[in-house]
């Protein structure tokens, strides 16, 4: 089919017709048009893994390590390779729209949200994400790059209007979606917040730069129900309203249109928007059918891969890799050893098709070498967690999870089945539904005084064993769809329950509208006290000959929806690592968190082995990892900081609806090398199993302001075994005529070398890092002079420096630009 059939198609369509495309049929899906062969096109969350359209355990998915596992990488090819996995997961699933990647930064490290993200760097938030939609689009399933933009926290998200320059909006926000762009990306999305004044769903950034300076072609949809006006976000470069049907444009945009506040040329350039899209992904008719998936052919193996590619090694003295011959028993602690976090919470959540725990992963590598023994530790505190499979079964069937019934207005039954979950989020509500009700049958392995709870809104009632413990109403109070339809709140409960007697445990909540329908069954047996819990692990730790200590974020921590306050690991954790260290000196502490935490104790230990939220292969990664069998390749994509009043850019909570990005183009490590403090891990930070030496660098002399350049950096592998290398280049001008960044990321490139080896890493750095943005001259300029090149292993630790002279009267200058640079 040519380019031009959507234009064509278009034509045939009458005002009304168009108007009724430009808003969602359903929560995932676009309206069909039979009259034009328009099939529906199907949308799904996707960062972490393709969930498909239905919130329901049952249906599983492939889970990736999070995003900022897959820039921790630095490799692009692998992330190439995980787009493809995306992309045949959608196919199996009859999506072709994958909402993925995220391309807001890492500006806070207490935003909510910072697991889903690349990086504080927009270079290489920038050349990753592209990576993934190459990967995606390839197969013929179309990426979607969000949230345009300055979406990177979470209070106030709906209503937050973001303050911020010109400058940094071209240099530092809007670069990764620009590289987006340039990877052909065929779908943007539009974010709840306002920039300067504007909801970004209104925002003119969306016509300029992004469809008239970059030449996006593809589709600008809402963030799900951003959209809140008719008439300024049709005039707008906005194309799809999500979801539907209602909502704006379904109920106002055609008299709108009829009577002139929004030109029909509007509406057709957004509908051949979407039939060009339609065309790409195969759903409309007489378009050559999209490429297939390859497939991958070992998908379990390629996330066991990227999870260690993406862990890094923030310390060692010595103790990593283990010596499986030298090792008679290992003490495995930690709750999160057992019960790891895989994945963030939110709208990108999936069920994982399995999950291997570090303690599953350590034991079988160990199988028949050395004794595992488990210590919990301390209870981690926070909310119940949902009913599963472990520790109730359906009163009905007997088999292991809960019964789902779903009640008319008499309480009469509709329907009933079996789920293994307790979490429901979207519980099928026939026609004449009024509740929801879970039941289980709950065998308590200790007794004491156990926590209930009940999330959702509305009308909730729970009791155990017909004793009520819950009954009220709990009107909604937001409209985050995050916290509606994923997360909801709830009220807590306590009961005393004796060991081994099972009890029957019913929830129920009437359905009302504009509540959602998600209802979450929860339950906790009582903690062991915290003291005699640290005792039992010290006890282990002291007969092992190493002990793996594993700890992490809650799921109550990092999610959409809100941001964090502090960066403390949770519950007794600081403690539990001391006292295991105190007991063992050959201590390894596995860090499983999404974004950065504190880590007073970082020299206390043996080794410290960050594994981010690591996916579904979690534990055999980290025991490649433990064990040597490869080498932990992640490089810090942010800058870890000592403690939290250290970090120079911490806001997330807008003051009368504000937040300022007051920081300019100086964010995560360009804002820590402006403060003259030194974090725990600069950013780029990683070591490895081998050392490295950083032996020359050479630049060409000159070069002219458009012209690419090569930085060869020669490095010599110091060690004895072999390893990869992510060699790091950044740019500065000290003596410069504009504010600049002390230093910024310029390139890398990742190099392999065996014990002695020298090799020459050729770091390829384009003319777009030369530039700055002027907003005076309304563009792209380029000071000339000279610019220092440095090179080493992370913008803390450069040991290699150069020069190069930019040529003046580059065709990137302006004329005033010229007249200010040659005084």
Partial sequence: MADEEPDRLADKLGPRQKVRLLTGGTTWRTRAEPAVGLAEVVTSDGPAGVRGEAWDERVTSLLMPCASALAATWDEQLVTELGGLLAGEARRKGVHVVLAPNLNLHRSPLAGRHFECFSEDPWLVGRIGAALVRGL????????????????????????????????????????????????????????????????????????????????????????????????????????????????????????????????????????????????????????????????????????????????????????????????????????????????????GVFPERTVSPLDGITERLRGRARVVHAPGPDLGGPPAPLGPGNCTDPRTGAPGVLLRVLDAKGEELYGEHRRSGRLLEPAVPDGARAVEISALLTPERGGRWSFGLAGFGRLSLTVDGRPLIDGVFPRATDDPAVVHVHPPGPTAHHTLTAGVPVLVVARRELAPDTGRATVLTAAPPAVPAATALAGAVAAARRADVAVVVVGTTDGDEAEGHDRTSLALPGHQDDLVRAVAAANPR?????????????????????????????????????????????????????????????????????????????????????????????????????????????????????????????????????????????????????????????????????????????????????????????????????????????????????????????????????????????
Wanted: with cysteine; hydrophobic share 45%; charged share 20%.
């Fill in 137 to 348: 689009q390839a197969a013929g399933v179309a990426a979607t790059a969000k949230h345009l933009v300055a979406n990177d926290s979470e209070t106030g998200r709906l209503t937050v209007d973001v303050r911020v320059g010109e400058r940094t909006l071209r240099e530092v926000l809007l670069a990764p979606f620009e590289a987006a762009v340039e990877a052909g990306v065929w779908a943007v999305m539009a974010g709840y917040n306002r920039v300067n004044g504007t909801t970004m769903t209104a925002s003119p950034l969306l016509a300029r730069p992004l469809k008239d300076e970059w030449g996006f072609d593809g589709v600008v949809l809402s963030d799900w129900g951003a959209l809140r006006t008719a008439v300024d976000t049709a005039n707008a470069a906005l194309d799809l309203a999500m979801p539907g049907p209602g909502g704006p444009w379904d109920e106002r945009l055609a008299d709108a249109v009829a009577d002139g506040r929004v030109p029909q040329g509007a509406v057709d350039d957004k509908v051949r928007r979407l039939l060009l899209l339609a065309q790409r992904v195969g759903a409309l008719d007489g378009a050559p059918a999209p490429a297939r998936p390859g497939g991958v052919r070992a998908p379990r193996h390629l996330l066991r891969r990227t999870a260690a590619a993406g862990s890094v090694l923030l310390c060692n003295d010595g103790v990593l890799p283990l010596c499986t011959e030298a090792l008679r028993t290992v003490a495995v602690i930690g709750t999160h050893a057992v019960t790891p976090r895989v994945q963030g919470g939110g709208s990108a």
């Fill in 587 to 823: 201590t390894v502490v596995v860090v499983n968190s999404g974004a950065p935490v504190e880590l007073p104790w970082r020299h206390e230990v043996g080794a410290v082995l960050l594994t981010w939220l690591p996916g579904q292969e979690a534990g055999g990664a980290l025991a490649d990892c433990l064990f040597g069998a490869v080498e932990p390749g992640g490089r810090l994509p942010t800058t870890w900081a000592r403690r939290l009043d250290d970090a120079p850019v911490t806001a997330t909570e807008p003051v009368d609806g504000v937040l300022a990005y007051d920081e300019g183009v100086h964010v995560g490590h360009r804002a820590w090398l402006r403060s003259g403090r030194a974090p725990a891990y600069w950013f780029g930070h990683g070591l490895g199993y081998t050392t490295w030496r950083y032996e020359s660098v050479e630049v060409p002399e000159a070069v002219g302001a458009d012209e690419e350049f090569t930085v060869s950096v020669l490095v010599r592998n110091t060690g004895e075994r072999a390893g990869r290398e992510v060699v790091q280049v950044y740019l500065s001008r000290p003596d410069s005529a504009v504010e600049r960044p002390v230093r910024w990321l310029a390139g890398y490139a990742a190099v392999r070398a065996a014990p002695g080896e020298s090799v020459l890493a050729r770091v390829t750095v384009p003319p777009r890092l030369l530039r700055h943005w002027s907003a005076a001259a309304g563009g792209w300029a380029v000071e000339p002079g000279r610019f220092t090149v440095h090179a080493g292993r992370s913008a803390g630790d450069l040991p290699l420096r150069a020069h190069v002279r930019v040529a003046t009267g580059a065709a990137g200058e302006s004329p005033c630009e010229r007249a200010l640079y040659a005084r």
